[in-house]
């Protein structure tokens, strides 16, 4: 693929430095042409420097938005006409101070990007993460590969960035339409909350798959009834009330 990056900062460069090595052409574009040229010849291989609209205009199936929360609207705004028919791949987090979600009780940051680029396939991905996870080679934790939710509307759209997330070497993982990113970008909140604020494994608030919805092969005796009950059923949660998409697991 030719993939534009708009951005020049450590998740530009995390990213495209695993889709040059996957054998991808990347255009990093920035405002400022010796930040893009310095990140281009650090990742060297096929990775070249542009200019924010030629980076977007180079791009023919994916256009990165690896920009802050707020300048990525603004952006895509400005580079609509070019980002018409592509993929646009926002990895923000849009977060304040306190781990404070900036959307809430509004659209997500990826909704904004994609009113703002209203031609634009827009998917959300790549936002859960500190920059570090992304320059392993793999991110792989105790054998198993990481797992990274996508939310798009356009199946097309989507297929390239499932191969994108597995040239980092991740496991792609449906996390639904883009009116779920809000949810990416709650979880982001947390977690980073969790991780930051308060030094805790936000992996060890979840239950292995296994029990996500209770034992479903395990009875209980109900000691009112004597009854064999499935073991979550008293408590309203059954296994069929889970989405299937929602079990991405995160370092």
């Avoid at 450590?10 to 430095?17: F, M």
């Avoid at 297929?159 to 597995?166: D, H, M, T």
């Avoid at 449906?174 to 604020?197: D, K």
Wanted: with cysteine; proline share 8%; hydrophobic share 45%.
């Amino acid at each position: 693929m030719r993939i534009g990056v708009l951005g020049t900062g450590n998740l530009a460069d995390a990213l495209a430095t695993h889709w040059v090595r996957a054998g991808h052409e990347v255009i990093i574009g920035g405002r400022d042409a010796h930040k893009a040229a310095r990140l281009a010849k650090r990742i060297g291989g096929s990775a070249k420097p542009a200019s924010l609209r030629a980076a977007a205009e180079s791009g023919r199936e994916v256009v990165l938005a690896a920009l802050p929360f707020g300048a990525g609207a603004d952006v895509a705004r400005d580079l609509h006409a070019a980002l018409e028919g592509k993929v646009l791949l926002d990895c923000s987090n849009p977060l304040g101070p306190g781990f404070r979600l900036l959307t809430e009780g509004g659209p997500s940051a990826a909704q904004q990007l994609a009113a703002a680029a209203p031609g634009a396939h827009v998917v959300k991905a790549f936002n859960l993460c500190h920059e570090d996870v992304w320059r392993m080679r793999p991110p792989v934790f105790g054998g198993r590969p990481l797992a990274v939710p996508i939310c798009g509307d356009e199946e097309t759209a989507l297929v390239r960035v499932r191969e994108l997330v597995q040239d980092v070497g991740c496991e792609p993982v449906a996390g639904g339409g883009l009116e779920r990113a809000g949810l990416l970008e709650a979880t982001a909140a947390l977690f980073i909350a969790l991780w930051v604020g308060e030094g805790v494994d936000a992996q060890a608030i979840a239950p292995p798959l296994a029990y996500a919805a209770g034992p479903s092969h395990q009875e209980t005796e109900d000691p009112a009834h004597g009854l064999g009950v499935p073991l979550g059923v008293e408590s309203g949660y059954r296994p069929k009330d889970m989405p299937q998409d929602s079990r991405a697991q995160l370092p």
